[in-house]
């Protein structure tokens, strides 16, 4: 159990350490239970989803996107700007890892934050009632399970770093007993179109993968993080032309 709360404590701002003590050990486990975190954080988003409902698409739409930003930290978005930044344009691999690691913030990056959030917004608010729900289930479980999927055979694009114990410790049973449970979860949610919608988002996911494998020779948090919200974006994009 200290492995899925050390998940759950780096994927979202819920103060585990204050419940209980999580050590480095357990965050090498805790890819393992990355996708249970994103169903925790699905879960939630259910709920605000659930009281916001009535107020009509855009409302419900807007409360669900600004709690998954706070609930998150915005984690994931900073690295989707930072990759933005990095991997735009013809940088070779020295000068795109060292935009990915500047703080400040460029005009892509800028420009990569709007998107997404408007896309997110638009996407849950052209979702109907009854597939909101199932499309946040999916999208947040299938997001963090693609983390430990960018993780697997990737390698550190840096010296040091956060990230380096997860993409070290990314063991074959992190990726595919998790991505089994996943699977099924699409299938039993969406039935076949569950299928379409899961090959959907793993296609995008690997081809961000091999994109970054072979603009930086590895992965970083950041590549990790804008993956993640590839991954969101690509499940919503699945359900809406599937269920519009």
């Known amino acids: ?84 930044d990095g991997f735009y344009g013809f940088s070779k691999r020295e000068r795109a890892l060292e935009i990915m690691r500047d703080s400040s913030l460029g005009t892509m990056g800028s420009a990569g934050i709007v998107c997404l959030l408007l896309s997110k917004f638009v996407l849950m608010s052209s979702l109907s009632k009854n597939t909101v729900c199932p499309a946040i289930i999916m999208s947040c479980v299938f997001s963090r399970w693609a983390q430990v999927f960018t993780c697997y055979k990737s390698g550190y694009a840096r010296k040091e770093g956060k990230a380096k114990i997860f993409i070290e410790q990314a063991k074959k049973e992190y990726v595919f007993m998790p991505g089994i449970i996943v699977f099924c979860l699409f299938l039993f949610l969406m039935h076949a179109n569950g299928v379409l919608i899961f090959s959907l988002a793993l296609a995008a996911v690997y081809i961000f993968k091999k994109f970054s494998l072979k603009k930086i020779q590895g992965v970083t948090g950041d590549v990790i993080g804008a993956n993640s919200e590839i991954a969101e974006i690509a499940v919503l994009l699945g359900t809406v032309l599937l269920f519009k």
């Open 1 to 84: 159990m200290r492995a899925f709360f050390a998940a759950l404590g780096f994927l979202t701002i819920i103060p585990v350490s204050k419940i209980i003590k999580v050590a480095e050990k357990d965050f090498a486990k805790a890819l393992l239970f990355f996708p249970f975190a994103g169903l925790v954080i699905g879960g939630i988003l259910c709920v605000v989803f659930s009281i916001f409902q009535g107020y009509g698409q855009s409302v419900y739409a807007l409360m669900v996107l600004l709690v998954s930003v706070v609930i998150t930290g915005a984690l994931h978005i900073d690295g989707f700007a930072d990759c933005c």
